[in-house]
């Protein structure tokens, strides 16, 4: 049969977002495929070029509104590397807590777009409503309910509000319940199993050397973590282990191993939050006013020319991280370039050519698998 | 627990690295240190500077003898105002990770307190200078790692560095009709704010004009 290259995007139920694949087909068998990314560029990285380092905390929020939270520390844990910050512990068993939180709610966000993609709608309004309990959480946090602009250089905007950690237990304890009714209802549909095992299957070496990080290699059973390999924050204070998933083929994971990785992954979350409200120093019931020097230290506003810093961040999706160079504008109050390492923008080509051999049906399945978001991708 | 690679064996590994880099490579010109994190645990890591000649056969050994296997980032910076040797930077953000194919069934879970030699995750940076030109290039290492690809296309993209022996390049995040030359991070292309810190100079925008005020109408 001749081969065409059909275009699936930027508006498609697959994509997630605005993007678009062109995708080369023979009958029905994926041949080759394109990514094309780019339609929500907003020049972030420019524009930070001309903000101060607390004026970023915000753009660094709206890279992706599903992950606000972990975006933002990203940013700020490489913002301190540069200006050479000391954090207090209070604050940093603070911002475990956050952005654990948000893990959940991300994962959450994911599991309810990828289910209606391979034909089970109900999971779609269960994980929205539990995904909400979390998000009160952090809008208790930060103020508003997406976009929290909670980190600080150098700490945290606030403290734990009043009764933070009762009501925190509580929704834990209601969604830990409630997630062993998904794994039911998922891991019996005969639906959900055919469409995701043995589909879209990705070796863990192949995923190393393409820059592939985050849930989608651990779902290839590599414990690799950069909570665990380049700890920061107080997750070695922590009881815990990365999840990782036993790979079902030797041709490396599937749909269904990125599928169990998350699950486990917010169970994990929630056993991290409830062991750091039970560890935070001072305690989770009391409250410092913002600016204590509990929750927040000082912090150097400039940062000299030829200075430069970098961290690598856990997002829910991957590595991410950003490098800032010192010595912009205003005598150093600006950086002179911030770059940004999205998982996703590295993701997504891999991912692309992973559907190659696969059926047009598969491609929602194995592309909603590796829980793609575009905000961050393109920036 | 078991999570936590001591700082001691964090060092010793990031030692063994640069000692294992500046003997094969110091001769090229090629410097290795080990410097350590200003910030949280403080971390050690390797910080290399490359002539960018030398950059491809680093990059190599690094690869398939350093077992540095990820390529976390790649990206450039634009210095105008450098002076002559400093026109542009290349810098590469690169891992070593523990990582095997896996058998399936089998999930290979590291033992943090065991990990030795190669095993020891470890990061890496790389920097290239290049001095003052209007047409800068570095060799492109995508035919090493893969993860590299993507990252030397947003950096020609945004900032105008060209990769020699890269396939394939072309504009990722701006527009595909893009005027040729046009690279939005370079120095030379300003933002509104740039340079008028409008949000504490003119809060009440009452210094804000019309953009055609001294043309004619």
Redesign the interface.
Known sequence: MAQMWITMGPQHPMTHGLWTLRVKVDGETVVDTEP???YI?R?V???C???DFT?ITPYCDRLCYVSAMTWAHSYI?SA????????PERAEYIRLIATEIQRVTSHLMWLGAYSPDIGNLTIFTWCLRDREMFIDLMQELGGSRLHYNFPRVGGVKRDLPVGFAQRCRAKIALFLGRLKEYEMLLDESTVFLVRTQGVGLA????M??????GPNLRA?????DVR??????V??EL???PS???????K?ADCYDRYRVRMEEMVVACEMVLEALEKIPGGADSHYSPGDAMIQSKAPLRAPAGS?????YEDCRG?S?F?L?GGG??RGKHP??V?I?SPM??TI??VAKTMIGYKIADIPAIMGSFDPCIGET?? | ?G???SSQVNVAAAEVAVEAINARFSSAGVEATSVQ?????K?TYVSITCPPAHWLALAKWMRFDGGV?????I?G?HHPDGGPDKGWEV?A?L?R??????????????D?AKLSGKDV?M?Y?VMLTLPQTDDPVVPSVQSI???????EK?TWD?VGINFEGHEYMM??????DSPQGFH??QKQ?H?R???H?E?YDDAQGFMRLPVDVDKVK
């Open positions: 094309e990314l780019g560029h020049g990285e420019k524009i070029e001309a903000r004026q844990y301190e590397n540069l200006l050479e910050v000391e954090v070796s863990a070496e192949a190393v050397n393409a820059g592939v990080t290839a059973g590599v414990n690799y665990w390999a380049h700890p920061y924050s997750y070695d009881d815990w282990m990782v998933e036993k790979p079902s083929s030797v490396g430069s810093g970098f961290h690598h590595e991280m490098y160079q504008e205003g002179y370039r770059s390492r923008f590295i080509p891999f393109d920036r | 627990m999570m936590k690679i994190h200003a910030s949280g645990h971390r296997n990820h390529c976390s980032m990206t910076v810098i953000h891992m990770m523990p990582v095997v194919d896996q058998k399936p069934g089998k999930a290979l879970v590291h943090a995750p990061e940076e790692w893969v993860g590299a690809d993507w990252n947003e945004l504009r990722v995040l701006n527009p595909h939005p991070l292309h933002l704010y740039h340079g810190n949000m």
